[in-house]
């Protein structure tokens, strides 16, 4: 399985980006896809999520400027990032706790993409 994201970049203030994740292989059901953020000097710590179901689930950092979306007939998730602050430069990771074919739940995690904020 490998999750695949794209779409980091740089922006100034206020502006807007998109993050993409394509999860490929031989997946069995996905449970949960989100984002987690990395900034310099801080720890990773969930950005949004989705749950099985559809129920999601944002930081407080982030609740009515980011949104999340899921395509399962893709396997594909996007973070749509509006009102961008410098606060919210980091390295974006795509998350996954799927099951792949005749296997159990895991973690998976994608390459992570960098957004910078400038101010």
């Known amino acids: 399985v490998q999750l695949q994201a794209s779409g980091g970049g740089l922006v100034q203030t206020g502006g807007s980006l998109r993050l993409s994740c394509a999860a490929s292989?031989?997946?069995?059901?996905?449970?949960?896809m989100g984002w987690y953020c990395r900034a310099p000097g801080k720890e990773r710590e969930l950005v949004a999520r989705?749950?099985?179901?559809?129920?999601?689930e944002y930081a407080d950092f982030v609740k009515g400027r980011f949104t999340i979306s899921t395509d399962n007939t893709k396997n594909t998730m996007s973070l749509q990032m509006n009102s961008l602050k410098p606060e919210d430069t980091a390295v974006y990771y795509c998350?996954?706790?799927?099951?792949?074919?005749?296997?159990?739940?895991?973690?998976?995690w994608g390459q992570g993409t960098q957004v910078t904020v400038s101010s």
């Open positions: 292989g031989s997946i069995f059901k996905i449970n949960i």
């Open positions: 998350y996954a706790y799927l099951a792949r074919l005749g296997y159990g739940l895991h973690d998976y």
């Open positions: 989705i749950i099985s179901g559809g129920r999601s």
